[in-house]
């Protein structure tokens, strides 16, 4: 499988790679709740001792997803929760087409040593959260 070259985060463990899927990862069908909104778990440690001493640590982390993520199609908007630190990212893409491209390019592979999980969400569950 190809090794894939992702974020060139300064905050990835160590890592800038997201590696080949892992065999332990099941696969799912995300065909029957595809939306344009993605979400990416585990992009980040909410752990990370950067988050509070280094005051671009978002705005770096949000602008090496988009510069990884518009590989794969038309990037709208991204967002994180500053204040409730869990290392999602929220992506919403311009149509269905480009979120599952980038689904399926991302889920499972690890990425600074932890596993990527990327789950869709409805579109109303992004106006909720993604101010």
Request: net charge negative; proline share 3%.
């Amino acid at each position: 499988m190809v090794v894939y070259t992702c974020i060139s985060s300064k905050y990835a463990s160590g890592s800038n790679t997201i590696l080949s899927k892992s065999s332990q990862v099941s696969p799912i069908n995300p065909l029957s709740n595809v939306t344009q909104n993605l979400v990416l778990c585990n992009m980040f440690s909410p752990n990370d001792s950067n988050i509070g001493s280094d005051p671009d640590f978002f705005s770096d982390i949000i602008e090496d997803v988009k510069e990884e993520c518009s590989k794969y199609g038309n990037i709208v908007k991204i967002w994180l929760d500053t204040k409730n630190i869990d290392g999602k990212i929220y992506i919403k893409y311009s149509n269905k087409d480009e979120s599952l491209k980038a689904f399926q390019f991302l889920n499972g592979r690890y990425f600074g040593g932890s596993l990527i999980n990327a789950y869709f969400i409805a579109n109303e569950v992004w106006d909720a959260t993604c101010h």
